[in-house]
C-alpha cells in the first residue's frame, strides 16, 4: 500500500491561486498514477484530473477549463495540485489517491487524508 | 462523458437486512466499476473493483456484480458500522466519473 500525506488546509480569496501537496511513500513512487477527487460540501466526489509522474502526462476534467495544473516531484515523491482564478465554487475537500496498477486508467486504491481548500472574500 | 446513475439516493434498513444498490452507466463499460464507502467525515474507501472483486481486507458480507451498464452492490446483512455513503465509479476510459452517491443508514 501507499501512504499519502497532504498538506493542510488552505483559505484563499476568489481569483487566487492554489497549490496542495500529495507526499507518497511506501511503494516505488514512478510506479502508479495519481489522481485528484474533490468534494464540496455535502455533496459527491468529483473526478478533477490525474498524473502519471513517469509518463508526465496528465488528463483533466474539461469542467476545470484549463484551471488545473498537476506536477510531480520524483526526488521528494510529492505531487502538487495547483488551481487558479479561485471561485467560491471551489471550496471543497481535495483528496488525492493512487490508482491501480495494470492499466491505462484504474480504480483507485490509496487515498490521502484530504485538504481542506475555502475560497471566501 | 460517461454519465452514472446511482439508486436509490438514500436508503433506511435495519441491521441484518440485505442491502442492494444499483449504479447505471450511460454506456457499455464492461467491467471498469469500482465501489466506495465513505462514513461521515472520514475518506473513502475502496470497496470492490473490477465489478465484483472485494478489496482485500474488506467483509465477506459486501458483493459486487454486473458488466455493461448494470452493476449493483449488496451487503448481505446489514451493521451498524456499515453506516455510510456508497459510490460508484467508472474507470473504462476517460475521464472516469462517480455515481451521485446512496445515503445508508440504519432504521
Known amino acids: 500500500h501507499v501512504q499519502l500525506e497532504q498538506s493542510g488546509a488552505e483559505v484563499k480569496k476568489p481569483g487566487s491561486s492554489v497549490k496542495v501537496s500529495c507526499k507518497t511513500s511506501?511503494?516505488?513512487?514512478?510506479?502508479?498514477?495519481i489522481a485528484w477527487v474533490r468534494q464540496a460540501p455535502g455533496q459527491g466526489l468529483e473526478w478533477m484530473g490525474r498524473?502519471?509522474?513517469?509518463?508526465?502526462?496528465?488528463n483533466f476534467a474539461q469542467s476545470f477549463g484549463g484551471r488545473l495544473t498537476l506536477t510531480a516531484d520524483t526526488h521528494t515523491s510529492t505531487i502538487f495540485l495547483e488551481l487558479n482564478s479561485l471561485r467560491s465554487e471551489d471550496t471543497a475537500m481535495y483528496f488525492c489517491?493512487?490508482?491501480?496498477?495494470?492499466?491505462?486508467?484504474?480504480?483507485?486504491?490509496?487515498w490521502g487524508q484530504g485538504t481542506l481548500v475555502t475560497v471566501s472574500s | 462523458d460517461i454519465q452514472m446513475t446511482q439508486s436509490p439516493s438514500s436508503l433506511s434498513a435495519s441491521v441484518g437486512d440485505r442491502v442492494t444498490i444499483t449504479c447505471q452507466a450511460s454506456?457499455?463499460?464492461?467491467?471498469?466499476l469500482s465501489w466506495y464507502q465513505q462514513r461521515p467525515g472520514r475518506v473513502p474507501k475502496l470497496l470492490i473493483y473490477?465489478?465484483?472483486n472485494l478489496e482485500t481486507g474488506v467483509p465477506s458480507r459486501f458483493s459486487g456484480s454486473g458488466s455493461g451498464t448494470h452493476f449493483t452492490l449488496t451487503i448481505s446483512s446489514l451493521q451498524p458500522e456499515d453506516v455510510a455513503t456508497y459510490y460508484c465509479?467508472?474507470?473504462?476510459?476517460?475521464?472516469?466519473?462517480f455515481g451521485q452517491g446512496t445515503k445508508l443508514v440504519i432504521k
Open positions: 489517491a493512487t490508482e491501480g496498477k495494470g492499466r491505462f486508467l484504474q480504480f483507485l486504491h490509496d
Open positions: 511506501g511503494e516505488t513512487f514512478n510506479t502508479y498514477n
Open positions: 498524473i502519471s509522474p513517469v509518463h508526465e502526462i496528465s
Open positions: 454506456q457499455d463499460i464492461s467491467k471498469f
Open positions: 473490477d465489478a465484483s
Open positions: 465509479h467508472h474507470y473504462d476510459h476517460l475521464p472516469p466519473a
